[in-house]
């Protein structure tokens, strides 16, 4: 993708950064909705795994990020 986009390396460090700031944000996102006791949330959290899911996540990222940043180079 960054090869067909033409991305030098700050666009390819861009999107590294991008990756990681989405999984955090978006892990935000859902533990707000479940805080506020919002259902569909509630539900979702429950079946993916809860918190232990989104540690692994972020544990799995942390693990793999940098073969990302040296697939990118």
Do not use: H
Not at 4 to 13: A, K, T, V
Not at 42 to 69: H, K, L, P, Y
């Amino acid at each position: 993708m960054c090869d067909e986009y033409g991305l030098d390396q700050e666009g390819r460090d861009a999107v590294i950064a991008c990756l990681a700031q989405s999984m955090d944000r978006g892990g935000e996102f859902v533990r707000r909705r479940v805080a506020a006791g919002e259902a569909s949330f509630i539900a979702m959290w429950d079946s993916m795994g809860g918190q232990e899911r989104f540690d692994w996540r972020r544990r799995w990222w942390n693990t793999i990020s940098g073969q990302c940043v040296e697939a990118l180079r």
